[in-house]
């Protein structure tokens, strides 16, 4: 129901009431003043009979009617009343000049009717009737029972004596159809300004709420006006500035502020939903009831439940599932006690690794923050920093010695050809020495003038490329080698667009190293498959060998720099192929079992380009 409605109702049923009340009083004290108008009238009537009646019965001392004798006395007063023409003529007139009386009559001692304003009625027993009072002196409700219940009459009456001692009594019946009659116009008359009175309250009531509301309305639309950023609400001159002015003038300020904190929110909120997409660590956080308010959407892979029904559940409910990870979490919960870094075995087999910390203001828990992390990818984030500070701790040492070997060499190379020069004719012996100190110490330039290469920082040629055309062109470039060693060559094409930012002769080579060193693995020959796909917003390449796979003692080393398993390895492919991917924000990793073969794992961060627009990105056959 609208507040319109309810004030329109509440003023109604106000005035209802304030009209049914003050007709139940005005209707009560006008029946009561009628009643006692009645009973006044009733009385006056039959103090006038009993003076008649007095005056009618003569000295009976003087006539012949024995006094002594009751039954002559009462037969003598009966005759004198009955014959007496004043008093029957006051009778007549008592019922004719008056509404309310309905009859009168002189009843003797035995209430026996002497004279009566109906005449059949003379000589005859009186009935029995309830006093007037009982009337007058009720209540109001049961007032209006006797009134308009079944017809009645109510008697009013006073004694006759003659010589102090009574003979008789005079009655007045008061009837209560003619009370009714009497009454019945001012009640309709009551109840027609009753429903006047109502009509009026609806009329009333309409015209108070649009004035009630009127501002309200106005109120509503500046707040429509401020959320959706209008800026002329203010007030423009001093008389305006009633209630409803200083009101829209504070509503127009608060618009201000809550746009300019919901532009705050929305960018944090951005912000908070980007960082927390790319972490790979699963934050929950947690209010100080325990409920969900914030999820990152690697926590999903943890709980194995989508976002959207995490989101405001409490922790009893979230990790009340029976399983490890709430086995640890829920007592921790409950006790209020914080969880440092620790380790248990999933469902699947990992090692995940749980923090959760309690969040405090001035002594008081505002809330928790639960950190989940696989233990693993931990491990593996850390042997990659740790392959990379190897590697550049041998970047610094391998360019400080390729500078003081380099100038040596230079200097023997010169000197060599001076020597050269000078002896004009040499034995062949001595020549094909020279000719072996030459060779050797060219091929030593050509060694430092590779790790000289390595270790200098590029400059990336960056290009919107498809991967799957860049593994094509691997393919066909590793073709020839594959064949020698007897080695097929599987493309597992992928059906999406691939799209990659990169340095394309780069990342031909990081590819083409792995690609070489699986064909390189399988000396009986086998399958060498190379596969490409999408996963969220990362480009994963894999290419899987057959081969007897990489021992366990050196797996921690297989990306250092001149580390080798092969007679003939330089150790220079795998760790370029690691430089390269970290220069592109990318990663490498293997997973190998003996007999089983070896798995190289690139990722790379997608571009932003859409990746259904694949006419869009640089492809090659």
């Not at 330039?445 to 919107?464: A, C, G, M, N, Y």
């Amino acid at each position: 129901m609208s507040r319109k409605a309810i004030i329109v109702l509440a003023i109604t049923t106000l005035i209802t009431a304030l009209v049914l009340g003050f007709s139940w009083i005005y209707l009560s004290q006008f029946l009561r003043q009628r009643l006692l108008w009645a009973d006044d009238t009733a009385s006056m009537l039959t103090r006038q009979l009993e003076y008649s009646a007095a005056k009618a019965i003569p000295d009976l001392t003087s006539t012949r009617v024995d006094t002594s004798n009751p039954k002559a006395l009462r037969a003598a007063i009966a005759d004198a009343l009955q014959t007496d023409t004043n008093l029957n003529d006051m009778l007549e007139s008592v019922v004719g000049n008056s509404e309310i009386i309905y009859d009168a009559a002189l009843v003797d001692l035995d209430g026996v009717a002497i004279l009566d304003t109906n005449p059949a009625l003379n000589g005859k027993p009186v009935p029995t009737r309830a006093s007037l009072s009982v009337l007058r002196d009720a209540h109001f409700r049961r007032q209006l029972r006797l009134l308009y219940g079944p017809a009645a009459v109510y008697d009013v009456s006073i004694r006759l004596e003659l010589d102090g001692q009574p003979f008789g009594s005079v009655h007045v019946g008061v009837s209560t159809v003619f009370l009714r009659n009497e009454l019945t116009p001012r009640l309709q008359q009551a109840a027609f300004f009753s429903v006047i009175s109502i009509l009026c309250s609806l009329l009333l009531a309409a015209i108070v709420s649009n004035l009630a509301l009127g501002p309200l309305k106005q109120i509503a639309r500046n707040l429509d006006d401020a959320s959706a950023g209008a800026t002329d609400l203010l007030p423009t001159n001093e008389s305006s500035y009633d209630e409803v002015g200083l009101v829209s003038l504070k509503i127009a300020h608060l618009g201000r502020q809550i746009r300019d904190t919901n532009q705050i929110f929305s960018a944090l909120k951005d912000n908070v939903e980007q960082v927390m997409t790319k972490l790979q660590d699963g934050l929950m956080l947690f209010t100080h009831d325990s409920r969900v308010v914030l999820v990152s959407a690697s926590a999903e892979k943890f709980l194995g439940r989508p976002r959207r029904e995490i989101l405001g559940h409490t922790a009893e409910e979230i990790f009340s599932d029976g399983t490890v990870l709430g086995a640890v979490v829920l007592p921790a919960f409950q006790k209020q006690r914080p969880l440092v870094q620790y380790e248990f075995d999933a469902a699947d087999h990992r090692r995940v690794q749980v923090s959760l910390d309690f969040i405090q203001e001035r002594g008081t828990s505002i809330g928790a923050l639960l950190t989940m992390r696989d233990a693993e990818s931990v491990r593996r984030i850390e042997d990659e920093i740790e392959i990379s500070r190897r590697l550049s701790a041998s970047s610094r040492l391998t360019r400080g010695v390729a500078h003081e070997v380099k100038n040596p060499i230079n200097a023997i190379v010169l000197h060599l050809q001076l020597l050269q020069n000078k002896l004009l004719k040499v034995d062949p012996d001595t020549q094909r020495h020279m000719d072996v100190i030459g060779n050797e110490i060219h091929r030593l330039d050509r060694v430092v003038q590779i790790l000289v290469d390595f270790t200098r920082p590029r400059d990336l040629r960056l290009e919107e490329v498809d991967m799957r055309g860049l593994l094509e062109e691997v393919a066909v470039l590793a073709a020839p080698e594959a064949s020698q060693h007897g080695v097929r060559l599987v493309r597992e094409r992928s059906q999406e667009s691939l799209p990659v930012r990169v340095d394309t002769d780069l990342m031909k080579q990081a590819v083409l190293n792995l690609v070489l060193n699986g064909v390189q693995a399988m000396s009986q020959g086998g399958t060498l498959t190379l596969t490409s796909r999408r996963e969220d917003d990362a480009i994963i390449i894999e290419i899987r060998d057959q081969g007897s796979g990489i021992p366990v003692d050196v797996q921690e080393k297989i990306f250092e720099l001149y580390f080798s398993t092969k007679k003939e390895g330089s150790g220079i492919g795998l760790a370029q192929t690691y430089q390269i991917m970290q220069w592109h924000y990318g990663s490498v990793d293997f997973e190998t079992a003996a007999g089983v073969g070896t798995t190289f794992r690139m990722r790379l961060p997608a571009s932003a380009q859409d990746s259904t627009a694949s006419t869009e990105v640089a492809t090659r056959p």
